[in-house]
């Protein structure tokens, strides 16, 4: 064999040879791409979130949904998680809510939130979505916006915060318009010093707030804004107290004992 036939068998191998590996490497049309398909979790709402108000009483407990149900059931038991049962139970009416109130589509019956001092009415364990620790709990107020700062005094410790009256003047100091108001603020003076006093022995200092607006700032950042001539808790309020960290709770300017036994509970 001369060397022109060697180097011709020679090539011809190495051409065999590459043609092999072409047909081995896969095409892009060839391979396979691992697909993973994300499956999202469908969001699993609780029951307790749909709830706008709840009451229970030995009668039974009503529900009042946020969507404007009404469920309920007489003699229901409100042991373990009753909420999530309650929610089984018949729709059996519609609601209409107002600040302070609620009034029954069907039946014209107006179920109300708070007393005449701002506390509130026994049974209500969820008011406006917000679960009710304390019976003197603000859940109820007005909170204007774009407010001028200069309008606004802001408390961020624990406080017992006693609104001023608005001063007046008059042109006849003996009139009984003016007679009245004196006699009002001699009031507000004496029950005022004597509230100041029973929370100092419990060592609560007292914030005098001259302004209209109170702005109430948390721990956590989070703020929130009062009108103090505006009802709060369906009245107009005199004082209030804040403890740092919690929802602020009405206090009566003269309190009665279950009053004080409720702060002392609300300060632990």
């Known amino acids: 064999m001369n060397l022109k036939s060697t180097f011709l068998i020679i090539i011809s191998i190495i051409s065999l040879s590459c043609k092999k590996e072409e047909k081995e490497i896969p095409t892009k049309k060839s391979v396979k791409k691992d697909t993973l398909v994300v499956q999202e979790k469908p969001i699993i709402e609780s029951p307790r979130d749909q709830v706008q108000h709840l009451f229970s009483a030995n009668g039974g407990s009503v529900l009042y949904l946020k969507n404007g149900e009404i469920k309920g059931q007489a003699r229901f038991d409100t042991d373990g998680d009753f909420i999530t049962e309650l929610m089984k139970t018949k729709t059996y009416g519609n609601y209409i809510e107002h600040d302070d109130y609620v009034i029954g589509k069907q039946s014209g019956d107006t179920t109300f939130f708070f007393n005449e001092l701002g506390r509130?009415?026994?049974?209500?364990?969820?008011?406006?979505?917000?679960?009710?620790?304390?019976?003197?709990?603000?859940?109820?107020?007005?909170?204007?916006?774009?407010?001028?700062?200069?309008?606004?005094?802001?408390?961020?410790?624990?406080?017992?915060?006693?609104?001023?009256?608005?001063?007046?003047?008059?042109?006849?100091?003996?009139?009984?318009?003016?007679?009245?108001?004196?006699?009002?603020?001699?009031?507000?003076?004496?029950?005022?010093?004597?509230?100041?006093?029973?929370?100092?022995?419990?060592?609560?200092?007292?914030?005098?707030l001259k302004k209209r607006y109170l702005s109430i700032k948390f721990s956590n950042q989070k703020e929130i804004i009062i009108d103090t001539k505006s009802k709060i808790n369906g009245n107009l309020m005199q004082a209030l107290l804040f403890k740092k960290g919690k929802m602020p709770i009405v206090v009566p300017l003269i309190p009665l004992e279950e009053d004080l036994n409720e702060v002392k509970a609300y300060l632990q």
């Open 120 to 208: 509130i009415d026994e049974g209500w364990n969820i008011l406006k979505g917000i679960s009710i620790e304390n019976p003197m709990q603000i859940v109820s107020y007005t909170s204007p916006k774009n407010l001028n700062p200069k309008d606004i005094e802001t408390v961020s410790e624990t406080r017992l915060i006693i609104f001023e009256p608005e001063t007046k003047t008059f042109k006849d100091e003996n009139s009984p318009e003016a007679d009245a108001y004196f006699t009002a603020m001699d009031d507000w003076n004496f029950y005022s010093a004597e509230l100041n006093q029973s929370f100092e022995k419990m060592g609560i200092k007292t914030y005098y």
